[in-house]
């Protein structure tokens, strides 16, 4: 009921200003006097052209906008409604002009041109005014109840501009954030000076600590959407020094057409001090590939799986088919998708990839077009305890599979491989590459087209080590880092199931992709940053211990060899190893021996198949432990380890 009086009073307001502009162009054209025959018209005329103008405003959709938020686009629109408007006005005049000697009773109705054109300019500046003083009234009254609100918080914002404007706007217009700007800080510096949406930009970065001294400002919130991880780190750090909490808005990749979120302004995390350049997809290739389809993911529960799922709803696929063998991780992402997606085809199937009988009814049931296979088991030393669950788990899991959707004529198999099967050292390196090699085989006479995406670790996976930290450092420490030199490479799960969507959209058949992981990092320097984000002091809060090496891992990873020749694709992040394919009959001569030890249950024997299988695979030695504890001071970087790059460059 109040939204109908509310419309219909905007009607009536639209509606005088419209008859006043008239009036006011006859008044301005004749300087106030107005000859007897001119009002004639004017009591003639103003009912249809108020009409005409009216009816263009609704058809231009200028009554769909809330008056409260009126901006740019919408004077926009509004100009474009009354130019319409005007020209129409205009060709009836012409028209009644070209009539008059035939008809010359028609000059009583002919409106002047001059009138038209006054008439114009009043009813786009009454339009719009009635708008923004409806804006401005809005603003004031939360700015009153900001006022009276005494737990706003005092807030420097960082960045001035596209998303830190979109903030300011937010900032204004919502008193529950209890956030009160006082200043902007850009390191433009030819924006100093300037007003921003009422608040002042009045200096750099680097006088981030005096300007929160001199004006009491508590908290700093950083509204630079693409802001690279280096850049977040160095405010931080003058956050630090300035004694006041860092916040950050959500990342460019959270902002969708313009609409900013500031309920999901949080604390600086791990993964802001990480991030890299936004990803951008070719989203027609992968609409292509996805839409309308059938797509089966196994593992969908996990951490990879359930991310792909939620980004393959976006491309409405026909029929989203979720494969899992834990039933409460089965139930968290089929309950999630159909509250998000209510209108998607979701069809939760709980099954263990290496039962062949449940995998075949499965994809019998469903014949899928796509299917992308995260199932995996892929803790490095819960492998080495385990060898021979790695190997149904990961390599003969994935060959009954890939057997399976070749014989159902799977159009595309997208394989989930890792950094760990670069010349690997772990039970769970070896047996992925194991599955590689099977899957780029079986391409070489099949109608799918196999391939595998390589990559490295991502935060915040399910026992990884972000996660595993974060306890430690809730529990008082110590943090366990296992080697000062261990570096890995990082990515978001966001970011690399992304990669994943392009990948599959490129691939022939054969290939190996691998993702660009960025530049690697030190664990112990990833140690510090949780302990620093979370509030203590590294050494006198909470210490870092090291460990030792664990069995099966590495001080560095790799991505690709010198054999695999790397090479570019079109994408700038996706690269291809061009690695020769196994002969199909060698390689499934080496899975029977494989399929025999399963029942043998022997872990030696399990390891010496899979390296005649992967001759480079050297099961590591556990390194010397490196005892005691890192100390306070953040310490040089050592020269990182020779090795292989995802561009195939020392």
Same mark, same amino acid.
């Given at each position: 009921m109040?939204r109908?009086v509310?419309r219909?009073?905007?009607?009536?307001?639209d509606?005088?200003?419209?008859?006043a502009?008239?009036?006011l162009?006859?008044?301005?054209r004749?300087e106030?006097?107005?000859?007897r025959?001119?009002?004639?018209?004017?009591?003639?005329?103003?009912?249809v052209?108020?009409a005409?103008?009216?009816?263009?405003?609704v058809?231009s959709?200028?009554?769909?906008?809330?008056w409260?938020?009126?901006?740019l686009?919408d004077v926009?629109?509004?100009a474009?409604a009354?130019?319409?408007a005007?020209?129409?006005?205009?060709a009836?005049r012409?028209?009644?002009?070209?009539?008059l000697a035939?008809?010359?009773?028609l000059e009583?109705?002919a409106?002047?041109?001059g009138?038209i054109?006054?008439?114009?300019?009043?009813v786009f500046?009454g339009?719009?005014?009635?708008?923004?003083l409806?804006?401005l009234v809005d603003?004031h009254?939360?700015?009153d109840?900001?006022a009276?609100?005494?737990d706003?918080?005092?807030?420097?914002?960082? @960045?001035a501009?596209?998303?830190g404007?979109?903030v300011?706007?937010?900032?204004?217009?919502?008193p529950d954030?209890h956030i009160?700007?006082?200043?902007f800080?850009?390191?433009?510096r030819s924006?100093v @000076?300037?007003?921003v949406h009422?608040i002042?930009?009045?200096g750099?970065t680097?006088?981030l600590?005096?300007?929160?001294?001199?004006?009491?400002?508590?908290?700093?919130?950083?509204?630079?959407?693409?802001?690279?991880? @280096?850049?977040i780190?160095?405010?931080?750090?003058?956050?630090?020094?300035a004694g006041?909490?860092?916040?950050?808005?959500?990342?460019l990749?959270?902002i969708?057409a313009?609409?900013l979120n500031?309920?999901?302004?949080?604390?600086v995390?791990i993964?802001?001090l990480l991030?890299?350049e936004?990803?951008?997809?070719d989203n027609?290739?992968?609409?292509r590939?996805?839409?309308g389809?059938?797509?089966?993911?196994?593992?969908?529960?996990?951490?990879i799986g359930?991310?792909?799922c939620r980004?393959?709803?976006s491309?409405?696929? @026909?029929?989203l088919?979720?494969?899992?063998r834990s039933e409460?991780?089965?139930?968290?992402i089929d309950?999630?998708?159909?509250?998000?997606?209510?209108?998607?085809?979701?069809?939760a199937?709980?099954?263990?990839?290496?039962d062949r009988d449940r995998m075949?009814?499965?994809?019998?049931?469903?014949c899928p077009?796509?299917?992308?296979?995260?199932?995996?088991h892929?803790?490095?030393?819960?492998?080495?305890?385990?060898?021979?669950?790695?190997?149904r788990?990961n390599t003969?899991g994935?060959?009954?599979?890939?057997?399976?959707?070749d014989?159902h004529?799977?159009?595309?198999?997208v394989?989930?491989?890792?950094?760990?099967?670069?010349?690997?050292?772990s039970?769970?390196?070896?047996s992925k590459?194991?599955?590689?090699i099977?899957i780029?085989?079986?391409s070489q006479?099949?109608?799918t087209k196999f391939?595998?995406?390589r990559f490295?670790n991502?935060?915040?996976?399910?026992g990884?080590v972000?996660?595993?930290?974060?306890?430690?450092?809730?529990?008082g420490?110590p943090?366990t880092?296992t080697?000062p030199?261990?570096t890995?490479?990082?990515?978001t799960i966001?970011e690399?199931?992304q990669l994943?969507?392009?990948?599959?959209?490129?691939g022939?058949?054969?290939?190996i992709f691998i993702?660009?992981?960025?530049?690697?990092v030190?664990?112990?320097?990833?140690?510090?940053?949780l302990?620093?984000?979370?509030?203590?002091r590294?050494?006198?809060?909470i210490?870092?211990?090291?460990t030792g090496?664990r069995p099966g891992?590495?001080l560095?990873?790799?991505?690709s060899?010198?054999?695999?020749?790397?090479?570019?694709t079109l994408?700038?992040?996706?690269?291809?190893g061009?690695?020769?394919?196994?002969e199909?009959?060698?390689?499934?001569?080496?899975f029977?021996?494989?399929?025999?030890?399963?029942?043998?249950g022997?872990?030696?024997?399990?390891?010496?198949?899979?390296?005649?299988?992967?001759?480079e695979y050297?099961?590591?030695?556990r390194?010397t432990?490196v005892?005691?504890t890192?100390?306070?001071?953040?310490?040089?970087?050592?020269?990182?380890?020779?090795r292989?790059?995802a561009s195939g460059?020392r």
């Amino acid at each position: 009921m109040v939204r109908i009086v509310t419309r219909t009073a905007q009607f009536v307001v639209d509606l005088l200003v419209l008859a006043a502009a008239f009036g006011l162009a006859f008044f301005l054209r004749f300087e106030g006097a107005i000859p007897r025959p001119m009002l004639t018209r004017l009591g003639l005329t103003i009912g249809v052209v108020v009409a005409f103008q009216f009816a263009t405003l609704v058809l231009s959709g200028v009554h769909r906008v809330a008056w409260r938020y009126v901006g740019l686009p919408d004077v926009t629109r509004i100009a474009g409604a009354v130019g319409i408007a005007t020209t129409g006005l205009l060709a009836s005049r012409l028209l009644l002009g070209a009539m008059l000697a035939s008809r010359p009773g028609l000059e009583r109705v002919a409106i002047p041109l001059g009138v038209i054109f006054v008439d114009a300019a009043f009813v786009f500046l009454g339009v719009v005014g009635v708008r923004v003083l409806r804006r401005l009234v809005d603003e004031h009254s939360h700015a009153d109840r900001r006022a009276d609100s005494g737990d706003a918080v005092p807030t420097v914002l960082v @960045g001035a501009g596209r998303a830190g404007v979109l903030v300011a706007k937010e900032i204004a217009s919502r008193p529950d954030l209890h956030i009160r700007p006082v200043a902007f800080l850009d390191d433009d510096r030819s924006k100093v @000076g300037e007003m921003v949406h009422g608040i002042r930009v009045v200096g750099t970065t680097k006088d981030l600590a005096a300007v929160c001294r001199d004006l009491g400002a508590t908290q700093a919130l950083i509204t630079v959407a693409s802001a690279s991880g @280096g850049d977040i780190r160095r405010i931080v750090e003058l956050c630090k020094e300035a004694g006041v909490v860092p916040k950050v808005i959500p990342g460019l990749f959270e902002i969708v057409a313009g609409q900013l979120n500031l309920s999901r302004i949080r604390e600086v995390a791990i993964e802001d001090l990480l991030r890299r350049e936004p990803v951008t997809l070719d989203n027609t290739e992968i609409v292509r590939l996805v839409e309308g389809q059938t797509v089966v993911v196994t593992g969908a529960g996990g951490s990879i799986g359930s991310e792909l799922c939620r980004q393959l709803a976006s491309f409405s696929p @026909g029929r989203l088919v979720l494969v899992e063998r834990s039933e409460n991780f089965l139930f968290a992402i089929d309950r999630e998708l159909r509250e998000r997606r209510p209108d998607l085809n979701v069809f939760a199937v709980l099954a263990d990839i290496a039962d062949r009988d449940r995998m075949k009814e499965v994809l019998g049931r469903f014949c899928p077009s796509l299917v992308f296979h995260a199932a995996a088991h892929k803790h490095v030393p819960m492998m080495e305890i385990n060898p021979v669950e790695a190997l149904r788990n990961n390599t003969l899991g994935t060959q009954s599979l890939a057997d399976l959707a070749d014989a159902h004529g799977v159009s595309h198999f997208v394989m989930i491989s890792t950094d760990k099967a670069v010349n690997p050292t772990s039970v769970m390196g070896v047996s992925k590459r194991a599955a590689e090699i099977y899957i780029q085989a079986l391409s070489q006479r099949s109608k799918t087209k196999f391939v595998a995406v390589r990559f490295g670790n991502v935060l915040g996976s399910n026992g990884s080590v972000v996660p595993i930290f974060q306890e430690q450092i809730a529990r008082g420490g110590p943090v366990t880092v296992t080697h000062p030199e261990m570096t890995r490479y990082f990515m978001t799960i966001p970011e690399a199931c992304q990669l994943v969507l392009q990948a599959a959209s490129m691939g022939d058949g054969g290939e190996i992709f691998i993702l660009d992981m960025g530049q690697p990092v030190k664990v112990v320097d990833l140690a510090r940053d949780l302990i620093e984000l979370s509030g203590y002091r590294v050494g006198e809060d909470i210490e870092i211990a090291f460990t030792g090496i664990r069995p099966g891992e590495k001080l560095f990873e790799e991505l690709s060899t010198d054999d695999e020749n790397t090479a570019k694709t079109l994408h700038p992040k996706i690269f291809t190893g061009r690695i020769k394919a196994h002969e199909i009959a060698d390689v499934r001569r080496h899975f029977a021996e494989l399929q025999e030890l399963l029942t043998v249950g022997d872990p030696d024997a399990t390891r010496e198949a899979l390296r005649r299988l992967v001759p480079e695979y050297q099961p590591s030695r556990r390194l010397t432990a490196v005892s005691g504890t890192a100390p306070a001071p953040r310490p040089e970087r050592s020269a990182r380890p020779r090795r292989t790059t995802a561009s195939g460059r020392r």
